[in-house]
């Protein structure tokens, strides 16, 4: 509470110091984050994950004290890369956030990363760790989640980078953190999840792009396939015997390694192709498979996963 009411006195003079400060020099390695989003999206996970990559981290540092910061940070010898978490904790004054966000970027090269997820995956969360939402103990958790969504509908149209959390668990999100950025050449910072799924059991609600393979011959009423799944090499031979389908699988991974540094342009990190046939047991495994290692062969980070398919 101390550090509060101090950032309560600050919040006039750090403004007057971001002002005065010298601007950022393009030799200076120094860079801050500001992480900030929904209870419950993950950015303590991501926290840890700028920590491993060598950021001087703060968590829930009060807005006001931000400018002087990241004044500190520029001017400093030894801390390079920062990064902080803001969030709704802060209450009303969150508000001021778009506000210094904009007068830090003039002292350090500024970032800010904005965390989401659904409702239903933050309202499964929130069941798990029976944690009250940070906007109340007494208003159900799905009315506390609208409001704060509300609430930070201005500062996430500000942010660099938006990252939908529903797809990851928590060791996923990590790398996909650490790939994003550790200090190595730009130009592939996506990840591609490949999914197979059955149309019988309904389309995937996050896929991006969804593909039919129902065109191909079905192994399942080969009775010896029946109990298989495509990632048995017999059942895989099979698919493959049919000239159709090495030249689907080539067609769409030529058209994918074409779209994907036009979604990377537009600034999308994350990408789900869906792989449907009638059951999700055997076509589009296959194909979900092989598409998947031609991509890697390309170069990107990809993630295969079955959605509807038998262990």
Request: charged residues 25%; hydrophobic residues 35%.
């Amino acid at each position: 509470m101390a550090l509060r009411r101090l950032a309560s006195k600050l919040k006039s003079r750090t403004r007057k110091l971001a002002r005065k400060s010298v601007p950022h020099q393009p030799g200076n390695s120094g860079e801050l984050v500001v992480i900030t989003g929904m209870s419950g999206s993950g950015k303590a996970s991501v926290l840890k994950a700028f920590e491993d990559l060598g950021y001087y981290c703060v968590d829930n540092l009060p807005v006001g004290l931000i400018p002087r910061f990241a004044e500190l940070a520029g001017q400093s010898t030894e801390i390079g890369r920062t990064a902080l978490v803001v969030d709704v904790r802060e209450g009303r004054q969150l508000e001021e956030l778009p506000a210094i966000v904009k007068s830090v970027r003039r002292i350090l090269p500024t970032k800010m990363v904005f965390l989401e997820a659904s409702d239903a995956v933050l309202l499964r969360r929130y069941s798990e760790t029976r944690r009250p939402h940070p906007l109340g103990h007494d208003a159900p958790v799905k009315t506390s989640v609208t409001t704060e969504r509300s609430r930070l509908r201005h500062i996430r149209k500000m942010a660099d980078l938006v990252i939908d959390t529903s797809k990851f668990n928590v060791h996923e999100l990590r790398s996909h953190i650490i790939e994003l950025f550790q200090k190595k050449e730009k130009g592939r910072n996506i990840l591609v999840s490949c999914v197979s799924f059955g149309f019988k059991h309904g389309v995937p609600e996050d896929a991006d792009l969804v593909f039919d393979v129902r065109f191909l011959p079905n192994p399942h009423f080969v009775p010896e396939f029946r109990p298989l799944t495509g990632r048995h090499p017999k059942v895989g031979k099979y698919i493959r015997s049919f000239p159709q389908t090495a030249e689907f699988i080539q067609r769409i991974s030529d058209l994918l390694i074409y779209l994907l540094p036009h979604y990377i342009h537009e600034g999308k990190s994350y990408l789900t192709i869906a792989f449907g046939c009638t059951g999700g047991q055997h076509r589009s495994v296959m194909i979900a498979q092989d598409v998947a290692a031609n991509l890697k062969k390309a170069g990107y980070r990809v993630k295969v996963s079955h959605r509807d398919s038998p262990k």
